[in-house]
């Protein structure tokens, strides 16, 4: 399996930006999809984003299309994930997860390994 460890996350104002960093290691990058998922307190966990192995298809759902965007560098093993006009309702743990690149990498099952995740809070 490959290890995970995102990094990025912070406090910052509604409206402002952030970049969270997915960085991986172990098994070769380019061998799986990577995800993005989050939670609030009290809330069940939600797929926001994810991005097939080669970077050229990527998925979000819809709260956060136009908003956010993912992208990879599978020479630097890392995944970004790009968060602009954020709002206080994009408050939570931001966890990465990566799976085999064979399933269907827009299917928020799967995920066989997680980082330990990254606060983000969106203050109004």
């Known amino acids: 399996q490959v290890q995970l460890v995102e990094s990025g996350g912070g406090l910052v104002q509604a409206g402002g930006s952030l970049s969270l960093s997915c960085a991986a290691s172990g098994r070769t990058f380019s061998s799986y999809a990577v995800g993005w998922f989050r939670q609030a307190p009290g809330k069940e966990r939600e797929f926001v984003a994810a991005i097939n192995w080669s970077g050229i298809s990527t998925y979000y759902v819809d709260s956060v299309k136009g908003r956010f965007t993912i992208s990879r560098d599978n020479a630097k093993n890392t995944v970004l994930l790009q968060m602009n006009s954020l709002k206080p309702e994009d408050t939570a743990v931001y966890y990465c997860?990566?799976?085999?690149?064979?399933?269907?990498?827009?299917?928020?099952?799967?995920?066989?390994?997680w980082g330990q995740g990254t606060q983000v809070t969106v203050s109004s």
């Open positions: 997860a990566a799976k085999d690149r064979r399933r269907s990498f827009s299917d928020s099952t799967g995920f066989g390994s």
